[in-house]
C-alpha cells in the first residue's frame, strides 16, 4: 500500500477513502484531474510493465493522460470493443497474451482504464497472470467509481451467463477522476446514480435523506455534490467489503434489486435496460414485494421509487416483458440456493435483509 495514497488529506474538491483489508488495504481518490496528476498514482507501479486496458470509446478520450506518465516504463495497451458482449473469456486470453508479449514479470501492473465492463475484465486478467499481479481501476463512468471498480469483485461472462467466471481480486488503488464523467451520456450517468441511491436505500437512512435533498443537483451535475455523493456511496461500500470481503453474508445485501434487474436486463436482451436502470427498476420491485410481504410500507416503496425518478431513471417493467419469463430468469440468479429464491428485500429505507423461500405467488403478483 502506497503511504502517499494513504495520508492524502481530504480537500473540499477531492476525496480519500481507504478500503481496509489488512495488507491488501487501498485507497479509493475521488476528485477532479486525477488521472493526469501522475504523482497520486505512479508510486503504486511496484515494477516496470505497465499493461493499460481501455476500450475504443474510453481510449480516444482519455489514454493519453494515462500514458504520458508512463515515460521510463515498458507499456503497452490492450483495448476492448466497446460494449458488454466483449467481456469474454476470449479476449481474457488476448489480454494475457499481450501481457506474454510485453514480457511481463510477478511485479506488473494493468491500468484499467474504462466503466465497469473494462473494469472486470482486467482485474480478472490481472488475478490470472502469474497467478495474480497488481492492478489499478481507474474508472471513467459514475457507475464504476461507486460500484465495480470497489471491493475486488473481477470477471467475464460466459453464454450460459454473466460473471460466471470470475476471482476476488482487489486493486492496488482506485482513482475516480471526476472530470471524465462530463463525456459521459446523460443515460449512463443515471444509471450510475441508481447505484449511489442504492447504497443508501440498503443501510444508510441520513444518506438517502441527503440524496432527497440533494437529488436535482445531481440530476444538474453539480460537481461538489456529485464528489460527496460518489465518497458516501463509496463509504458505504468499503465498510460492508472490510466486514465481508468474499460474501459469505452482509455483502449480499448490496445486491438490493439485482435479482429483478437482471432478469429485466437479459428479458430485454441487454439492450432494453443499462444495468443500473435493471437495478433501479429491481429495487421497486423488492420494494413492493417487501410490503407485499408485510415487511414495509407503501411510504417507504414511494420514497423510492420519486428519487429514482427525479434523477431519471425508470421505475417500471418495460412493456412486453412477460411475468412468468421473468421469474424463470429469476431462478438463474447466483443467490438462488436449491432451486429456493433468495432475495434482498427491506424493512423500509436503509434497512435490507436476506429472505430465503420467498412464495412464488407473491414474486409473480410484483412482476405484473
Ligand atoms: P460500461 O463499461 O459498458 O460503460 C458504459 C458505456 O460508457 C460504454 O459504452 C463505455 O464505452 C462508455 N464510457 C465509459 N466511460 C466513458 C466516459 N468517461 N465518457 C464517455 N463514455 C464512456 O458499463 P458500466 O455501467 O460502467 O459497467 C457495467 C459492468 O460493470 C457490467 O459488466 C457489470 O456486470 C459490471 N459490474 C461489476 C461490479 C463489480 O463489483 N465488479 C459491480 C457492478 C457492475
Ligand atoms: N456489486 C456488488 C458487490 O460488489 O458486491
Redo the contacts with the bound molecule.
Keep these: 500500500m502506497s503511504s502517499t495514497l494513504r495520508s492524502m488529506s481530504n480537500t473540499p474538491s477531492s476525496r480519500h477513502i481507504d478500503v481496509v483489508l489488512g495488507d491488501r488495504s487501498y485507497t479509493v481518490s475521488i476528485g477532479p484531474g486525477l488521472l493526469g496528476d501522475a504523482a497520486r498514482w505512479r508510486e503504486a507501479l511496484r515494477g516496470r510493465h505497465v499493461l493499460v486496458v481501455s476500450?475504443?470509446?474510453?481510449a480516444p478520450?482519455?489514454l493519453q493522460r494515462v500514458t504520458q506518465a508512463l515515460e521510463g516504463m515498458q507499456w503497452s495497451t490492450f483495448l476492448l470493443e466497446?460494449?458488454?458482449s466483449h467481456?469474454t473469456f476470449a479476449n481474457v486470453g488476448r489480454a494475457l497474451e499481450a501481457l506474454a508479449h510485453l514480457g511481463a514479470t510477478r511485479d506488473a501492473c494493468i491500468l484499467a482504464l474504462?466503466?465497469?465492463?473494462?473494469?472486470?475484465l482486467a482485474?480478472f486478467t490481472a488475478a490470472c497472470w502469474m497467478r495474480g499481479i497488481d492492478f489499478i481501476q481507474m474508472?471513467?463512468?459514475?457507475?464504476?467509481m461507486v460500484?465495480?471498480?470497489?471491493?475486488?469483485?473481477?470477471?467475464v461472462?460466459l453464454p450460459a451467463g454473466?460473471?460466471l467466471i470470475g476471482a476476488f481480486h482487489q486493486p492496488r488503488c482506485v482513482i475516480a477522476d471526476t472530470d471524465?464523467?462530463?463525456?459521459?451520456?446523460d443515460r449512463?450517468y443515471s444509471?450510475?446514480l441508481a447505484?449511489v441511491i442504492k447504497g443508501a436505500a440498503i443501510g444508510d437512512t441520513d444518506f438517502f435523506a441527503w440524496l432527497e435533498a440533494n437529488a436535482d443537483a445531481l440530476a444538474a451535475r453539480d460537481t461538489t455534490t456529485l464528489i460527496e455523493a460518489i465518497a458516501r456511496k463509496v463509504s458505504y461500500k468499503a465498510g460492508v467489503v472490510a466486514r465481508d470481503e468474499t460474501e459469505q453474508g452482509e455483502r449480499a445485501l448490496l445486491n438490493l434489486g439485482h435479482t429483478f434487474g437482471h432478469a429485466l436486463e437479459t428479458a430485454g436482451n441487454y439492450t432494453t435496460l443499462?444495468?443500473?436502470e435493471g437495478v433501479a427498476v429491481g429495487m421497486v420491485l423488492a420494494a413492493r414485494l417487501s410490503e407485499r410481504l408485510g415487511m414495509s410500507h407503501a411510504t417507504d416503496t414511494e420514497r423510492l421509487r420519486q428519487l429514482l425518478g427525479r434523477v431519471g431513471l425508470p421505475t417500471t417493467i418495460p412493456a412486453g416483458m412477460q411475468p412468468d419469463v421473468l421469474l424463470g430468469l429469476m431462478h438463474l440468479d447466483k443467490k438462488t440456493l436449491a432451486g429456493k429464491l433468495r432475495l434482498i428485500l427491506w424493512r423500509g429505507i436503509g434497512r435490507a435483509e436476506i429472505v430465503t423461500g420467498v412464495d412464488e405467488s407473491a414474486v409473480l403478483a410484483v412482476l405484473y
Design positions: 476500450n475504443t470509446t474510453v478520450l482519455y466497446d460494449g458488454e467481456k474504462g466503466g465497469g465492463v473494462v473494469g472486470d482485474g474508472p471513467t463512468t459514475l457507475l464504476a460500484d465495480s471498480s470497489v471491493g475486488g469483485k473481477t470477471g461472462n454473466k460473471n471524465v464523467l462530463a463525456t459521459l451520456s449512463q444509471a450510475g447505484e443499462l444495468h443500473g
